[in-house]
């Protein structure tokens, strides 16, 4: 089975602080996104990523950066946390870009922005 | 108006329903239909992936894709307490994911 692994569940932080959210995954999979998930409003995509040392901003960037040094590992990083910042984020990766196939999900970071 | 529109919801059956959970999409581009399960307070899981319009089972589950509509089902017979949970559907275009907003069961024994 595939699996994604987010560092932390539950992370509280203060506001201005850098914040990094770290996703391994397992599968050798080419493609791997970072998503924030709030009430009413659904998956938004951050950023993702084709491949080692590649990015790509996703709809909602403002105020995240990416790195992915590793092919298995992709770390979102809240530059300078904000209160609007709170929310669920969620990693998933998944085969290259053409091969059409579906996205898997790690747990989740549940994080707090105080 | 969202690429993908997804029933809203919540939905509230009784154990042993029949339950119905249906999406429609604008994009014909999209190749690709999957259905995921969230459980509260954690990640999506992948439930049903499929590649073409028709009908696909999985024990309890069936997927349903139309493509000339522009609508996918997901249909969960003698549903079960433990299949409480949001579901969302999702479309893939290039590696690339869309996701409705979810739909809430709630399935009373």
């Known amino acids: 089975d595939v699996k994604v692994t987010q560092s932390s569940r539950y992370l509280v932080k203060r506001t201005g602080e850098k914040v990094f959210l770290e996703c391994v995954q397992d599968?050798?999979?080419?493609?791997m996104f970072w998503y924030r998930q709030d009430p009413g409003l659904g998956l938004r995509l951050i950023y993702f990523?084709?491949?080692?040392?590649?990015?790509e901003k996703g709809d909602i960037p403002e105020g995240y950066s990416v790195s992915r040094e590793k092919k298995e590992r992709f770390s979102l990083i809240l530059e300078s946390a904000s209160t609007n910042q709170t929310s669920m984020y969620l990693c998933?990766?998944?085969?290259?870009?053409?091969?059409?196939?579906?996205?898997?999900f790690g747990d989740g970071t549940r994080l707090s922005i105080l | 108006q969202k690429e993908v529109e997804q029933d809203p919801g919540p939905l509230s059956v009784p154990e042993g329903a029949i339950v119905s959970l249906n999406c429609t999409y604008s994009?014909?581009?999209?190749?690709?239909f999957m259905w995921y399960r969230q459980y509260s307070r954690k990640g999506p899981e992948l439930l049903m992936y499929?590649?073409?319009?028709g009908n696909k089972e999985d024990g309890r589950f069936t997927a349903q894709v139309d493509k000339s509509s522009k609508y996918i089902s997901l249909f969960i017979r003698d549903s079960q307490p433990s299949d409480s949970a949001t579901y969302l559907c999702?479309?893939?275009?290039?590696?690339?994911?869309?996701f409705g907003d979810g739909t809430t069961l709630t399935v009373k024994p």
């Open positions: 999702a479309m893939g275009d290039a590696g690339k994911s869309t």
């Open positions: 990523s084709y491949d080692v040392k590649m990015k």
């Open positions: 499929t590649y073409s319009s």
């Open positions: 994009n014909s581009a999209f190749q690709y």
């Open positions: 998933a990766s998944s085969f290259y870009e053409s091969s059409n196939q579906p996205q898997h």
């Open positions: 599968m050798d999979h080419e493609n």
